[in-house]
């Protein structure tokens, strides 16, 4: 197992004097429940500022469509008004991230068969792991895929794909890792303290950045929007999805340490300051490097 070391990947998000929001990446991130929009808000706030050239929410919740009018930047669809596989082939995007806030559902169901169906790279995280644990078809759909995937689950989805208690997990972080890629043939991101990453034919790396300021609700959320955001602008310059994952783990944890740093954490750190973080940590890295 080696070490996380991916911040060298950041120069390949430096942007061209003639970038424009074409080709800077389109991220459509797909949850938020009742109740829930919070989630899917944060993961949208976190795409966007790891620099997805456009980032749509498709909100599950339409009386929360309104509910972001302090990010007017985040393009809001609602779920229920259109037809899952139809909207996907319209929209485009680069990457779709299911899951933040997105329930368990008929209508959640409905989307993540449309997303684990289509062609393209795809983040599926919270209960989106959690209909995948519970729906035979749906793991059927997602080990048949032949497009880049990252799954993103805490030790409690662990279990929960795995058939096993959250304790089991935790016990043995490594041979659940590998027993999640054998399960469902994509990358793995075990989160929680020491973040593992692997996925079919990567060696596993291991998170040593990221403190206990982090266990908050949303972090998730936010991890799952920094990938999204990394990998629509990444993916068409020569990151893979697994190199995208695999830096937004390390900047999620980087800003973290860094907040803690500057004693806005670990009391009452927010997801929300996390994501102008990272913004931070990537706009350094590149003043420092290009
Ligand atoms: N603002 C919002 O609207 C938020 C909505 N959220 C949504 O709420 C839904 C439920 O997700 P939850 O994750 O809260 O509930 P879950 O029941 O899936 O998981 C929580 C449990 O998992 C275990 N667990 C998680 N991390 C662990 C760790 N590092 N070590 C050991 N055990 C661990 C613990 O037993 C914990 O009680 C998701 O759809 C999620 O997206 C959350 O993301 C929080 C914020
Ligand atoms: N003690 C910790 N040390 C390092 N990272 C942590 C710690 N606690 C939480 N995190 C990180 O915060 C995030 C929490 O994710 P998750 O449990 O899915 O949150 P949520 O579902 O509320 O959004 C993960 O990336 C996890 O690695």
Known sequence: MKTLDALDYIGKLARKPDAHKGNTGKALLIGGAPTMAGALILAGKSALHSGAGLTLLMMLDPRSLGVVTNQPELMMHDANQQQPDEALSIIKPTIIAIGPGIGISELARAWLHAALN??????????????????????????????????????GEAARLLSCHTDQVQEDREGAIHALVRLTHAVVVLKGHHTLIAGPGYETVICMQGNPGMAVGGMGDTLTGCIAGIAAQGLTREMNLFDATCLAVQLHAMGGDQLVKKQSGPIGLTPSELSLEIRSLINHWLSQHI
């Open 118 to 155: 289509r062609l393209g790279p795809l983040i599926i995280d919270a209960d989106a792991l959690n209909l995948v644990a519970t729906h035979p078809d749906l793991l059927e759909l997602l080990r048949q895929r032949t497009s880049p995937t990252t799954l993103t689950p805490h030790p």
